[in-house]
T-cell receptor, first 116, second 114 residues
Framework: KAGVTQTPRYLIKTRGQQVTLSCSPI?????VSWYQQTPGQGLQFLFE???????NKGNFPGRFSGRQFSNSRSEMNVSTLELGDSALYLC???????????????FGDGTRLSIL | SQELEQSPQSLIVQEGKNLTINCTSS?????LYWYKQKYGEGLIFLMM?????EEKSHEKITAKLDEKKQQSSLHITASQPSHAGIYLC??????????????FGQGTILTVHP
């Protein structure tokens, strides 16, 4: 069974540009969560989608957005990139939203975004 | 302060030694997940604990959730170089309303010398 697939693996952008990252969850998983990982702040929750609906959002500015498609694939978009957006962006999928369901999240290898 | 405190922050051991990593929360944990990460890569799911007093083992790794569900420990027996990496605890801290959000500790960097 294929794991969580994130594309691209590496991305270099300049300040002010926008970027779209893609995540294909494990087959049958309907919940997709996104996280940002930096050396200073660690792993921080961005948002979660289930059945094409955003059900939870972390404390990030509106420049960070996402969506989920009917096949559970998800994308996240960051507009007007800033130097501080340089990070490893991780996507995780689970059968059901974590939280009382007892379903663990399974992570992809991430997209390394570098802002010049 | 961190919502989840991991200790120690880093650990260097000789191959064959036992070690323990702790994860402490100031609030009740509704689910505690242990992951391992190689630098720059994704997180590999190790174990999930939900019930107070629960203990799970996989190969040489054992994880426990204390009775009050506010602390978990990860114990590695007879460590090997393959155990090296960053260990992260992730917690569901709100139960049924967390909707996909895990709160993570800052990680413990484990180095195992052959």
């Amino acid at each position: 069974k294929a794991g969580v697939t994130q594309t691209p693996r590496y991305l270099i952008k300049t300040r002010g540009q926008q970027v779209t990252l893609s995540c294909s969850p494990i087959s049958g998983h309907r919940s997709v969560s996104w996280y940002q990982q930096t050396p200073g702040q660690g792993l921080q929750f961005l948002f979660e989608y289930f059945s094409e609906t955003q059900r939870n959002k972390g404390n990030f500015p509106g420049r960070f957005s996402g969506r989920q498609f009917s096949n559970s694939r998800s994308e996240m978009n960051v507009s007007t990139l800033e130097l501080g957006d340089s990070a490893l962006y991780l996507c995780a999928s689970s059968l059901a939203p974590t939280g009382g369901s007892g379903q663990p999240q399974h992570f992809g290898d991430g997209t390394r975004l570098s802002i010049l | 302060s961190q919502e989840l405190e991991q200790s120690p922050q880093s650990l260097i051991v000789q191959e064959g030694k036992n070690l323990t990593i702790n994860c402490t929360s100031s609030k009740t944990l509704y689910g505690l997940y242990w992951y391992k990460q190689k630098y720059g890569e994704g997180l590999i799911f190790l174990m999930m604990l939900q019930k107070g007093g629960e203990e799970k083992s996989h190969e040489k790794i054992t994880a426990k959730l204390d009775e009050k569900k506010q602390q978990s420990s990860l114990h590695i027996t007879a460590s090997q170089p393959s155990h090296a990496g960053i260990y992260l605890c992730g917690a569901d801290r709100t139960g049924g309303t967390s909707y996909g959000k895990l709160t993570f500790g800052q990680g413990t960097i484990l180095t195992v010398h052959p």
